[in-house]
């Protein structure tokens, strides 16, 4: 009995100065690694987490003390690139009498509630396009249709907003433009504001629908003008002002009832702050006008320059600060956010 004991413990203390000597040449091969070694098998191990929404993760970390909560791991993504390898430059535009707006739809899955963001990259900037709108479907949807593809081809962080005079009474494009950048606003706060008519279709995507250091006109030409400005200073069409820029300038004078005046008042505001107005090459800034009659309620304002005339006197007091309108209702739709509103009558 007194050998068997005496033989247990010594095979006992065998085992603990193997168990000891296997310790020490673990912790001697983990010395041995590098940092950067121990850091890319912790990356590696925490990258193969599974990803969670955090409604999920509050969801399981209520649901008891023994649960697993896996870690949200978000993905890094760079700027995208300065010139998008997107684009195509010049396309051909169609507009197909039989096209429906379930179309425009489908071939623009990834935009939701009007907005759309690159997948792959981070936007430079954050654009919302404001169009003015009354009566004029068809030639929205014309719009909808080749500019969805023409903004997500410049990987931009965009948002389209339609706002809507609602009623029959004399249009006003101007107060509805600044009925659209208050109202986007309230959305997010977008680095540019891009002020679209609804009949103007960009024809090349190298007409980058961006803010630059000055205000930017960007119809050059345009089908009906055989493709030069339409005159010296013309202002009008499509611009794009940053928020910073547009609120220096008090907006648009909410005083324009009916057609023409107000983007000569806007250029006017423009000169009277010190800034000038930028255009991109005429060979890019061309559009196609999708023709249409004169519509009822839009006449020629007969006021148009009496009213350019007092520019330097009322600009500060006429404009944003002064804008009153009631919003009627707010639809985001798949292909854009519908803002009507009352803006009242002249």
Request: charged content about 20%.
């Amino acid at each position: 009995m007194g050998f068997c004991s005496s033989g247990c413990k010594m095979l006992c203390r065998v085992k603990y100065v193997f168990l000891l000597l296997l310790s020490l040449s673990v912790l001697a091969w983990i010395s041995m690694l590098s940092g950067d070694s121990v850091k890319s098998a912790l990356a590696l191990s925490v990258a193969m987490l599974p990803l969670v929404k955090e409604e999920d993760t509050q969801n399981v970390a209520n649901s008891g003390p023994s649960t697993a909560v896996p870690l949200m791991i978000p993905t890094p993504r760079a700027e995208c690139p300065k010139e998008s390898p997107l684009l195509q430059g010049a396309v051909k535009l169609n507009f197909e009498p039989s096209l429906q707006l379930e179309e425009v739809e489908g071939e623009n899955k990834r935009v939701a509630q009007g907005r759309y963001q690159p997948w792959d990259c981070t936007a430079r900037q954050s654009v919302a396009i404001l169009i003015p709108h009354r009566n004029r479907e068809r030639h929205l949807l014309y719009l909808l249709h080749h500019l969805h593809p023409f903004l997500q081809r410049q990987q931009l962080h965009y948002a389209v907003y339609v706002i809507q005079q609602a009623g029959d009474g004399t249009f006003n494009r101007a107060k509805l433009l600044n009925v659209g950048y208050l109202e986007a606003l309230k959305d997010y706060s977008w680095d540019c504001f891009i002020f679209h008519d609804v009949d103007l279709v960009p024809e090349n995507d190298h007409n980058l629908y961006v803010c630059d250091s000055q205000p930017k006109h960007l119809v050059v030409g345009r089908n009906a003008t055989g493709y030069k400005l339409h005159y010296k200073g013309y202002f009008g069409g499509v611009t794009a002002m940053s928020g910073k820029q547009f609120r220096k300038v008090n907006g648009f004078a909410n005083t324009y009832w009916g057609w023409g005046g107000e983007d000569d008042d806007l250029r006017n505001r423009v000169e009277l702050q010190k800034m000038q107005i930028v255009r991109p090459p005429a060979d890019i800034a061309r559009y196609t006008m999708v023709f249409h009659k004169r519509d009822s309620g839009n006449e020629i304002n007969k006021d148009r320059i009496k009213l350019l005339r007092q520019t330097s006197r009322v600009w500060k007091r006429d404009g944003l600060n002064s804008c009153k309108y009631q919003t009627l209702s707010v639809e985001r739709l798949p292909l854009y956010i519908n803002v009507t509103v009352d803006i009242g009558k002249p």
